[in-house]
Nanobody
Framework: QVQLVESGGGLVQAGGSLRLSCAASGSFFAIDAMDWYREAPGNQRELVAAITTGGSTNYSDSVKGRFTISRDNAKNTVYLQMNSLKPEDTAVYYC???????????????WGKGTLVTVSS
């Protein structure tokens, strides 16, 4: 079983920065893509950024140029560096990863429990 644990959320003023981390632990064979999603009150969960094992990245238009996703494959960890934060970035941020339990299994979708980011104006 795989656990994804996020950390690094908190309260920050507009224009500030935060760095989120998400570490995968447990017994598994391989991790493919790792992503960050967010869900603001009253809104649907949306993709913020994604990164492949090879380091290719993709960002939503709302965060492009301000957020940077990265990963350390040796540590099974993905990061989200968030700069120039805005009040509209306030949300619960969730880590998502595609994980294979063994070389015979398909990649399955796992989620962390989320970390709250609050940006004050």
């Amino acid at each position: 079983q795989v656990q994804l644990v996020e950390s690094g959320g908190g309260l920050v003023q507009a224009g500030g920065s935060l760095r989120l981390s998400c570490a995968a632990s447990g017994s598994f064979f391989a991790i493919d893509a790792m992503d960050w999603y967010r869900e603001a009150p009253g809104n649907q969960r949306e993709l913020v950024a994604a990164i492949t094992t090879g380091g290719s990245t993709n960002y939503s238009d709302s965060v492009k140029g301000r957020f940077t996703i990265s990963r350390d494959n040796a540590k099974n960890t993905v990061y989200l560096q968030m700069n120039s934060l805005k009040p509209e970035d306030t949300a619960v941020y969730y880590c998502n990863a595609y994980v294979r339990d063994s070389d015979h299994d398909p990649f399955l979708d796992y989620w962390g429990k989320g970390t709250l980011v609050t940006v004050s104006s």
